[in-house]
């Protein structure tokens, strides 16, 4: 069935270094894609988005670059903060629920050491 | 801008009883609510998803009489947990979305609730 899936689990990087986060989707209809990150106990707080006619759109600090054809998004955060250290989920959406549902990933968690 | 407010953030209450969780969108108007369940070390798993004016759509497997929804404003829905019981226990989040025509937008989420059911 539908899925989306990340390579790493967890993430442990040392502060300032630039870390990447992985995903990969299975549906070749999704249309739009979004990274959220989520600290204990709360909700996913919205970082970044991208949508199928991009391959790279970048914001404050982070990158999502997208490759439709192996069907994989990334997650670039550059000079990696303390603060960064959360979980991290890459949903999709497509055409097939009418770009309403978001199909989430399993999650990526990245520690940062000071 | 685009922010979600969930009330209450923790409820613990004895089994059979009934909660009740509210989402308001509190800068934009949502036409679509998003209920979600996430156990812990988990992802997201949708229960339903809300619509202005109109009955809830509800995932397979989640029953609509346990998990009552209501979304009669474009600023408010509510999730209801109808004689809860222990394995209702779980971290609660919505999400909103506004809509825009001909232009995909994400979902905002709440910060969760965490029902702890005794």
């Known amino acids: 069935g539908e899925s989306v899936g990340l390579h790493l689990p967890t993430l442990s990087v040392q502060e300032g270094d630039n870390s990447i986060i992985n995903c990969a989707y299975s549906n070749s209809a999704s249309d739009y894609f979004i990274w959220y990150k989520q600290e204990s106990g709360k909700g996913p707080q919205f970082i970044i988005d991208i949508r199928s006619n991009m391959d790279k759109r970048q914001g404050q600090r982070v990158t999502v670059l997208l490759n439709k054809t192996v069907k994989h998004l990334s997650l670039q955060i550059a000079a990696t903060q303390p603060g960064d250290s959360a979980v991290y989920f890459c949903?999709?959406?497509?055409?097939?629920?009418?770009?309403?549902?978001?199909?989430f990933g399993t999650g990526t968690r990245l520690l940062v050491s000071p | 801008g685009a922010v979600v407010s969930q009330h209450p953030s923790r409820v613990i209450c004895k089994s059979g009883t009934s909660v009740k969780i509210e989402c308001r969108s509190l800068?934009?108007?949502?036409?679509?609510m998003f209920w979600y369940r996430q156990f812990p070390k988990q992802s997201l798993m949708l229960m339903a998803t809300?619509?202005?004016?109109?009955?809830?759509?509800?995932e397979q497997g989640v029953e609509k009489d346990k998990f009552l929804i209501n979304h009669a404003s474009l600023t408010l829905s509510t999730l209801t947990v109808t004689s809860a019981h222990p394995e209702d226990s779980s971290f609660y989040i919505c999400?909103?979305?506004?809509?825009?025509?001909?232009?995909?937008?994400?979902?905002?989420f709440g910060d969760g609730t965490r029902l702890s059911i005794l």
């Open positions: 809300s619509n202005e004016g109109s009955k809830a759509t509800y």
């Open positions: 949903a999709e959406n497509s055409m097939n629920t009418g770009f309403q549902k978001l199909v």
């Open positions: 800068d934009f108007q949502a036409t679509t």
């Open positions: 999400s909103a979305r506004e809509f825009r025509a001909y232009s995909n937008q994400p979902q905002h």
